[in-house]
């Protein structure tokens, strides 16, 4: 593994366990907890608590991942998601929003940093790290996100300097810091966003400051003097302009897309950028893109045991959050990436996780009844075995 070499400050014995833990995450069925560990593993069930309680610098790691592995053109996405967790004494216990039950739940939340892929329409893990707000100041949760992705642009800003979130994150605040932060964020507006025109007619010459917008714009019935045409298709007409936000208080790149469902009805959204010199399509497939952050989250809550930790420690919470995501990454340069683009079928968590689950088991036989699997004898039928169960895409 290049990038766990490259790790400053990491002995050998760490970069064993390591190693160990992701091969572990990739091949445990079932619930992955300190216990499974110990079952599947070579060490004790205390020595992965201990080890679960050291820092590791996921996100110099992972950002060597994706620059090694990627395609070349990034974008940062943003989003947190819900833990489930039980009890009264773990940090950071509340109520989050949970979009798979549309309501808030008792648990715990990580907000989530990933480097989306623009060219192999995936999704790299960088880092996750649990929200955990101080009721006792006057600091909101729209500041502890901020102050995550500000705290790291440094790092962040070496893969891309655009980072692009829900519309949940389309507020004055939050975009503040992002650009205070250097970075410029991609997000939509509510359809009924208040926006106005920019004025651009020539001065009147009269006292007085001069006139900076030309009325409010209508969604439903936009003015296409300001807006210009992008492209049209059979499902969607897509418009762009430069539009001042009164809720962002700042000029914004807008893009006014129509789509036009099966019916025949009419509704449109609106996708915008704070960079006013990216190019219009560029807006809508980067907030396209940001979807693949969410699959990150799913396959880490059914494959990796993303949901499984058990333990109060904010350390260990932190180790075995990332190591879940950071697992997927490992899958994907793995598995999958290593593959032409045109070769490559859909990529599927399940089926990886048969494969290293079959390899595992007969690591296991082949230790125990001491069976060499290199011979010309068992060479065919150790490789039939290893990808026993996995589904033909």
């Given at each position: 593994m290049n990038a766990l070499n490259e790790m400053p400050k990491i002995n050998q014995c760490r970069k064993v366990f390591l190693s160990e833990v992701f091969v572990l995450l990739l091949s445990i069925k079932g619930r992955i907890n300190f216990l499974q560990l110990y079952r599947y593993g070579k060490c004790c069930e205390q020595r992965y608590r201990q080890q679960f309680e050291k820092p590791f610098d996921f996100l110099e790691f992972n950002k060597s991942l994706t620059l090694s592995s990627g395609g070349g053109r990034y974008a940062i996405a943003f989003d947190p998601s819900y833990i489930n967790k039980s009890g009264k004494k773990t940090p950071g216990l509340g109520y989050f929003w949970s979009g798979c039950a549309g309501k808030a739940k008792w648990g715990l939340e990580i907000?989530?940093?990933?480097?989306?892929?623009?060219?192999?329409?995936?999704?790299?893990?960088?880092?996750?790290?649990?929200?955990?707000?101080?009721?006792?100041?006057?600091?909101?949760?729209?500041?502890?996100?901020?102050?995550?992705?500000?705290?790291?642009?440094?790092?962040?800003?070496?893969?891309?300097?655009?980072?692009?979130?829900?519309?949940?994150?389309?507020?004055?605040?939050?975009?503040?810091?992002?650009?205070?932060?250097?970075?410029?964020?991609?997000?939509?507006?509510?359809?009924?966003?208040?926006?106005?025109?920019?004025?651009?007619?020539?001065?009147?010459?009269?006292?007085?400051?001069?006139?900076?917008?030309?009325?409010?714009?209508?969604?439903?019935?936009?003015?296409?003097?300001?807006?210009?045409?992008?492209?049209?298709?059979?499902?969607?007409?897509?418009?762009?302009?430069?539009?001042?936000?009164?809720?962002?208080?700042?000029?914004?790149?807008?893009?006014?897309?129509?789509?036009?469902n099966p019916k025949g009805k009419e509704i449109h959204k609106l996708y915008f950028s704070t960079d006013l010199s990216i190019g219009a399509l560029d807006i809508l497939e980067y907030y396209k893109a940001r979807f693949q952050i969410e699959f990150l989250y799913r396959d880490g809550k059914q494959h990796t045991g993303l949901n499984d930790c058990q333990t109060r420690s904010e350390n260990k919470l932190h180790f075995h959050f990332n190591a879940s995501l950071t697992a997927i990454n490992i899958a994907k340069v793995t598995h999958w990436l290593s593959i032409p683009k045109e070769q490559r079928k859909a990529f599927s968590m399940n089926d990886i996780k048969t494969l290293n689950h079959n390899g595992l088991l007969l690591q296991r036989f082949f230790d125990v009844f001491a069976i060499s699997p290199h011979s010309a004898k068992n060479k065919r039928r150790v490789n039939e075995l290893l990808y026993y169960g996995t589904i033909a895409a």
């Open positions: 907000a989530g940093l990933a480097a989306i892929d623009i060219e192999n329409h995936t999704a790299f893990h960088l880092e996750a790290v649990q929200t955990v707000t101080d009721s006792n100041t006057d600091s909101t949760l729209t500041d502890w996100y901020a102050n995550v992705i500000s705290s790291r642009k440094e790092v962040l800003c070496t893969i891309s300097n655009i980072l692009v979130a829900d519309a949940w994150f389309s507020k004055k605040k939050f975009t503040d810091q992002i650009i205070s932060a250097g970075m410029h964020l991609i997000s939509r507006l509510r359809d009924d966003a208040d926006l106005m025109y920019l004025y651009k007619g020539k001065p009147t010459g009269n006292k007085g400051r001069p006139r900076k917008y030309a009325g409010k714009i209508d969604h439903n019935n936009i003015d296409e003097n300001y807006f210009s045409l992008v492209k049209q298709d059979e499902g969607s007409t897509i418009f762009c302009a430069e539009v001042y936000s009164k809720s962002l208080k700042r000029t914004i790149k807008l893009l006014h897309v129509v789509y036009t």
